[in-house]
């Protein structure tokens, strides 16, 4: 008789309520994805680098803001600025392309896909130029998600 199968691994638990989860999952590249991942990065470090702009309509979100700000701002404490809104913007474009949100591990050779977003956005401070990491952006709400209130803490 066939030896019977090895039972798979236990899926992780999913986080309890309120948490964001912080899972990675490894896949090991093959040797064509570790030349290309070699080149691309090569190609970085000598050329030239290029910054794109999009241009996309406001006027929905202005016109939000110009509701909701004095409401916002009462309740949360924080402005209702731009800022938030292109970091969740930001943050639905991480999850509707993963790769985007992934690393590569050298040591192991492998891609490491992330299921969850931290964003960092330069801002003004009284102390200078700062740049905080607004963690699990893809589960926070927009009033956690603003980049100036971390910025202002730091004097």
């Known amino acids: 008789p066939a030896p019977a199968p090895t039972p798979a691994a236990p899926a992780p638990a999913p986080?309890?309520?309120?948490?964001?989860s912080r899972e990675e999952t490894r896949v090991k590249m093959?040797?064509?994805?570790?030349?290309?991942?070699e080149r691309l990065k090569e190609a970085q470090n000598t050329a030239a680098c290029l910054t794109?702009?999009?241009e996309c309509d406001m006027g929905a979100l202005m016109e939000?803001?110009?509701?909701?700000?004095?409401?916002f701002e009462k309740v949360h404490g924080v402005k209702l600025g731009f800022m938030s809104a292109f970091v969740k913007a930001s943050t639905a474009a991480l999850l509707?392309?993963?790769a985007v949100?992934?690393?590569i591990d050298d040591a192991a050779k492998e891609i490491v896909y992330r299921d969850y977003c931290d964003v960092s956005v330069a801002v003004a401070?009284?102390?200078?130029?700062?740049?905080p990491v607004l963690r699990n952006t893809d589960v926070a709400p927009v009033c956690a998600v603003n980049p100036v209130a971390?910025?202002?803490e730091t004097r």
């Open 64 to 71: 939000l803001r110009k509701t909701h700000k004095d409401e």
């Open 125 to 131: 401070s009284p102390a200078g130029l700062v740049v």
């Open 15 to 20: 986080p309890a309520s309120g948490e964001a």
């Open 30 to 37: 093959n040797r064509m994805r570790l030349r290309i991942a």
């Open 96 to 98: 509707e392309t993963p």
């Open 101 to 103: 949100n992934a690393y």
């Open 52 to 54: 794109t702009f999009q």
């Open 150 to 152: 971390p910025a202002r």
